[in-house]
Every structure is written in C-alpha cells, then in structure tokens.
C-alpha cells in the first residue's frame, strides 16, 4: 500500500495517475495514523522550500517523516518533496529541512564557471548519467530523458548520494538516494517510460 504524503503543495493527482498506470492504487492523506499503515510513502511538492517546511509542520509531519525514515520505511521525494530530504535551503531565507541526506539547496546561479549564462528555472527535458547503475530505483530502466521544472539545486555532501546526474549549467543531482530514502528532481510521473518504471522499482522496493 503506498500513501501519498499532502501537505497541501504536492502535485497529487498527476502522481495518483501514475500510480495508477503502472498497477498501484495509493492513497491520499495529511493524517499521520493512515499514514502509519502504509508500506511505503511519497513526499511529492511543488512550490518552495520554505512554505514545503512550514507545511509539514502545520500538519505535524516532520518529526512522523524522520521516524519512518529511520526505521527503514521506504520514501521517495519528488522535486520539492526530493529538495525537503536535505539539509537546509537558501530559498527565501535559510531554512531547515528534514535532515534525512547531506547537503543543501542552492539557486542555479545562471552562469557557469566560464562566465556563460544560462536561463533560470531548468525546464524542458534532459538526459540522465547513471552513477549508480546497480541501485534498485534504476532496474532495467532505459537511458533516456526526464522532465525537470525546477530553479533550485541540490548540493550533495557525500557522493554515495548521487545516484544519477545531468548537466545544467553545472551538475545537478536528479536521482539521490540513500538506504530507504530516494529521491528525483525531475517529475517520474511527467517521463514517459524511464519515469514510469522507476515509480515501479519504488513501490516493489522492500529493502532487499
């Protein structure tokens, strides 16, 4: 059973569809006792990191998201709800995430190291560079393209978070993951097959 995580800024019915497609019939919910009963859960979001935090607090959800994560449940960020596993974020003022992988969240900042710009937000589709080719989010996933929409990027601590990667301007992490907590930056449920079939991978995902 996959419960879908609302904290009143995810993308929830484009997900909910998804899932639908590939079998997965999940469930919708802010209250932590339905939450509780699922076996896996999807932090979605769209919006900023800021208003992401003071959400989940309203509802109670951050201290309820960090324990499940540390017993080993498995979750999944998408695009905001990935950003929100980190550590903090400069967006609209220095703000706390939920701490469960290292690093922080930067404004692209429109130039490269070589002084060319660049248009800020990343939108469109853009091709992945698997770092970790044997994680189970990328069973037999084809290569391919994704669709970013996002003007924040993550700055992993550690590189065992990296599980694949494109190019924007610089690196920019699009599958982190660590254990029982992944995340994309991209929108799995917006990628035609590539994110068809890691939204799979995830819900089948056991800890194995």
Not at 29 to 44: G, N, T
Not at 85 to 97: A, K, Q, R, V
Not at 145 to 150: E, L, M, P, S
Request: with cysteine.
């Amino acid at each position: 059973m996959i419960g879908i995580i609302d904290y009143g800024m995810g993308n929830l019915h484009s997900v909910t569809k998804a899932l639908e497609r590939i079998g997965v019939t999940p469930f919708i919910s802010e209250d932590v006792e339905k939450l509780q009963k699922a076996d896996s859960l999807i932090l979605p979001g769209v919006g900023s990191f800021r208003d992401g935090m003071e959400e989940l607090e309203k509802r109670d959800l951050i201290s309820f998201i960090q324990n499940w994560a540390s017993q080993g449940r498995p979750l999944l960020g998408i695009c905001l709800g990935m950003q929100l596993l980190f550590d903090d974020s400069e967006e609209n003022g220095l703000t706390e995430g939920l701490g469960l992988l290292p690093g922080s969240v930067r404004r692209f900042p429109g130039v490269t190291n070589d002084g060319r710009s660049y248009k800020v937000p990343h939108m469109g589709w853009n091709q992945l560079r698997v770092h970790q080719l044997n994680h189970p989010i990328l069973n037999e996933v084809p290569a391919g393209h994704v669709y970013f929409v996002h003007s924040y990027v993550v700055e992993v601590c550690e590189e065992d978070v990296l599980i694949a990667s494109t190019q924007y301007g610089q690196l920019v992490p699009a599958v982190v993951g660590r254990q029982n907590v992944w995340g994309t930056q991209f929108h799995p449920e917006k990628s035609s097959t590539l994110g068809m079939t890691m939204l799979k991978n995830f819900t089948e995902w056991r800890g194995e």
